[in-house]
C-alpha cells in the first residue's frame, strides 16, 4: 500500500443508520489522525478545519500513540477507542478500522 492508498472505503446502512468505514494502514508514513480526519472531512459536515475540530474533542497526538506498534514493532492489535463528534460517534479500532457512525438523537 502506498501512503496515497486510503484502503477500502465506503458509506453502509447498519440497523438504519449511515456509517462510514475506512482503513488506516500503520505501514505508511501517514498518522493515524490524518486518516480519522480525512474521514472526517469526507462524513461529517463542520465549520472549521477538520484538524482543529478533531483537537476539540480528542488530542490527535495521543490518537496517534495509542495504536502505534510498541517495542520491536509488536502491533497493538486489540483495544479501541470511541468519541462523539457533531451528529457522529468515531470509532478506531487497533488494527486500524475506522467507523464513523451517525447517531441523530442518541445521547
Known sequence: ??????GDRGTA????????R?????????????TVIEAIEETVDIDGP??????D????DCLDG???PVRHRTDRDNGAVEFPLEEHRITV???GEIELRRIDGED
Do not use: K, Q, W
Not at 13 to 20: I, K, L, N, Q, W
Not at 24 to 33: P, T, Y
Not at 50 to 55: G, P
Not at 57 to 60: F, H, L, Q, S, T
Open 50 to 55: 477538520s484538524s482543529r475540530v478533531l483537537a
Open 66 to 68: 495509542l495504536f502505534r
Open 93 to 95: 479500532y487497533a488494527n
Open 22 to 34: 475506512t482503513t488506516h494502514d500503520f505501514e505508511g508514513r501517514r498518522a493515524l489522525s490524518t
Open 1 to 6: 500500500m502506498t501512503d496515497d492508498d486510503r
Open 57 to 60: 474533542v480528542i488530542d490527535p
Open 13 to 20: 446502512t447498519v440497523e438504519g443508520r449511515r456509517v462510514y
